[in-house]
């Protein structure tokens, strides 16, 4: 297990350089100047020049790059330039919004998709397995922002159930956090719903299939036991994979969903900084989503062990 670890760790690390410099170049080679934008439009070439200059802009791109990479090595993300502010103080004032609706809608997302889907592939063409097949192809349809506006229209708007936008940090109290993400995490899970309930029951289907739970049935054992303990643990890996990539892929629609419900989290720190041109924010919070990417990746391979001894690295 410590060689697993070793070897992982070891193999991120290009990885994370890879990403670091893709990052870095983009930003530079996409059209539009901090200077100019932090300048002003009536400012003259000279000023503008001299704020380059003071940003660190003016020197050649691998110079540019190689104190970046010097720095957050040393733990310094850098000073974001809309912001005035230190990157590292950014991010972890925007860290609680994104990790809670994250996790709010993963834990949402796996109560809901996993005994779904094992339900469908017990009632394997039943009208549950229909109605599953159908909602696949709708969650995997309808974009984010969509269901966004719809859901606010209708809960917010028409019944004034939950509040529109927004954020309550847990320090405020439960019931205000919890009221400000539910809209948010419903809108996000419904497609990792979809997504997890499919992959989960087919795989439970193939499991169910298999001699072993003629075994268990031919022995008497209740079918909720059959089917939690002899098809769901033996079909945990793929439903764990994707469960995993679930949450990887959230780092990117919290982008979205926080924009469309004004959380002032990772996401929508990420948009403000790309209008603002604003390249140390960019990279720190996308260097960290990297990091985080790759670390779920990395526990993903080690719960194989677990899940299915027949594994070995």
Not at 81 to 91: M, N, P
Not at 149 to 162: E, T
Not at 179 to 202: F, Q
Not at 221 to 236: D, F, G, I, P, T
Request: proline fraction near 5%; include cysteine; charged fraction near 15%.
């Amino acid at each position: 297990m410590l060689a697993l670890l070793l070897r992982r760790v070891a193999a991120t690390l290009p990885v994370v350089l890879i990403v670091a410099f893709a990052v870095f170049m983009l930003l530079r080679l996409t059209p539009g100047d901090p200077a100019s934008i932090i300048a002003g439009d009536a400012a003259s070439p000279e000023n503008v020049e001299r704020i380059r200059s003071a940003l660190g802009l003016s020197k050649p791109l691998p110079a540019q790059f190689g104190i970046w990479i010097r720095n957050v090595l040393a733990g310094d993300l850098g000073q974001s330039y809309f912001y005035k502010s230190e990157v590292t103080a950014l991010i972890l004032h925007r860290l609680e919004p994104t990790v809670a609706l994250s996790l709010c809608t993963i834990v949402l997302a796996v109560a809901v998709a996993v005994p779904l889907g094992v339900v469908a592939a017990w009632r394997q063409g039943g009208w549950l397995d229909r109605a599953l097949m159908s909602f696949s192809v709708i969650g995997f349809s309808i974009p984010v922002f969509v269901l966004g506006y719809a859901l606010i229209w209708l809960v917010s708007l028409k019944f004034g159930w939950l509040p529109v936008q927004g954020y309550r940090r847990l320090a405020d109290g439960l019931g205000p956090f919890l009221s400000h993400l539910i809209l948010p995490s419903l809108t996000l899970s419904v497609v990792y719903i979809a997504l997890i309930a499919r992959v989960t029951r087919a795989s439970v289907q193939e499991v169910l299939s298999q001699d072993h739970i003629r075994t268990a049935r031919a022995k008497g054992l209740r079918e909720a036991r059959v089917l939690a303990v002899h098809a769901l643990s033996n079909a945990a890996v793929p439903i764990v994979t994707v469960i995993g990539l679930g949450i990887a892929l959230l780092l990117g629609g919290v982008v979205v969903t926080e924009s469309v419900f004004g959380i002032p989290g990772l996401g929508r720190l990420t948009v403000d900084a790309v209008l603002a041109r604003d390249f140390p924010t960019v990279q720190g919070v996308i260097l960290l989503f990297s990091l985080a990417y790759l670390l779920i990746n990395l526990l993903i391979d080690i719960s194989y062990v677990f899940l299915d001894p027949r594994i070995r690295y």
